[in-house]
């Protein structure tokens, strides 16, 4: 995990120490499982008014810009931190809604956004692209398929602004899609430094292989399978080469890639790749951090605790277990 430290990742902008004393933290980032399916959000970095058509294995997705473009995949910052909130607040046993009041500055900082004034200004305009953005599909949530029409976000509200003109908090309202997803679980937790990738695709590539990983010791899949499900517009000798800087750099999180005959790309999750250099755990450290957080992803909590251990040096373990179950109950605000 030492390479994510290196310039290829944007700088974490704000202390991981606050990970632990503040309440935003306590929301590990979660992403619904659809959308990392599916390709919905453009990997363009200007206004994208393209109509986008998806077809793959039964499902359908057509994504109508408005004028403003597409949702941007920087723009579904602001989902993953909703979900997150939603999906802490029921394994919490709190009541939800699909309307959330958030604060602005815990969105920017959860998602290591500066909080500049730019900042909240690209903040309200993604708000903006979500709302426009209609989506018509088949895709199933919550158990459900209904073939429907929707905006990423139903409505928003900047609800007061700070003397400065900075907004403060917002409302917003999720589609009745997203949060049938959530109610259902339907998610999945990624790693906090998702947030420090700064290539759209990096992004988009880290999505899929967490969604198809899972606990195998590889994913593959070719390169024209990937170009699709991806999103990305790159004619294929394009996006192969973009795929190649990738496995150079080796910065993405959980996974590293590797390019096999045939024209295919391999995904190796690096708790297995890195071997031996890594602690290992056993089952029982796996069950204690269950029961430790009730409901949080222990193998993203692992490849959190491993991102910590390698930026702390990677100091000598008395017990990769103890230290494992440690992190996973200070991350839960429980007594060790």
Not at 280 to 304: F, K
């Amino acid at each position: 995990m030492a390479d994510l430290v290196q310039s290829g990742l944007l700088p974490e902008r704000h202390p991981t120490g606050d990970f632990f004393v503040c309440d935003v933290f306590d929301a590990v980032p979660k992403d619904d499982l659809a959308s990392m399916e599916h390709p919905i959000f453009t990997l363009s970095t200007r206004p994208d008014r393209r109509i986008l058509n998806y077809a793959h294995k039964g499902t359908e997705i057509t994504v109508v810009p408005s004028m403003r473009g597409l949702a941007t995949i920087h723009d579904k910052d602001i989902l993953i931190f909703c979900i997150s909130q939603l999906m802490a607040a029921l394994n919490a046993g709190r009541a939800t809604s699909r309307t959330l009041t958030l604060k602005a500055h815990d969105l920017l900082v959860a998602t290591n956004r500066e909080t500049s004034g730019d900042a909240y200004r690209r903040l309200k305009d993604a708000f903006e692209r979500l709302a426009g953005t209609r989506i018509t599909t088949n895709i199933e949530t919550g158990g459900r398929e209904v073939t429907s029409g929707f905006g990423l976000i139903e409505a928003w509200e900047i609800e007061r602004r700070a003397r400065g003109g900075r907004m403060v908090s917002v409302s917003v309202t999720l589609s009745e899609w997203l949060y049938r997803a959530v109610l259902s679980k339907s998610v999945l937790t990624l790693s906090r430094d998702y947030f420090r990738l700064r290539k759209p695709l990096e992004r988009r590539i880290y999505e899929l292989a967490r969604k198809h990983c899972g606990r195998q010791p590889v994913w593959r899949v070719s390169v024209e399978t990937l170009l699709k499900k991806s999103g990305s517009a790159s004619p294929r000798r394009v996006f192969r080469a973009m795929l190649r800087e990738m496995i150079k750099s080796d910065h993405l999180p959980d996974y590293r890639l590797a390019e096999e005959e045939g024209d295919i790309i391999a995904f190796v999750p690096r708790r297995l790749s890195e071997g031996p250099e890594a602690p290992p755990l056993s089952e029982a450290a796996y069950e204690a951090a269950r029961a430790a957080a009730p409901g949080a992803d222990v193998y993203a909590l692992e490849a959190d605790w491993r991102a910590y251990w390698a930026r702390s040096g990677k100091p000598r373990l008395r017990s990769a277990d103890g230290a494992f179950v440690g992190f996973v109950r200070m991350r839960a605000g429980q007594d060790g």
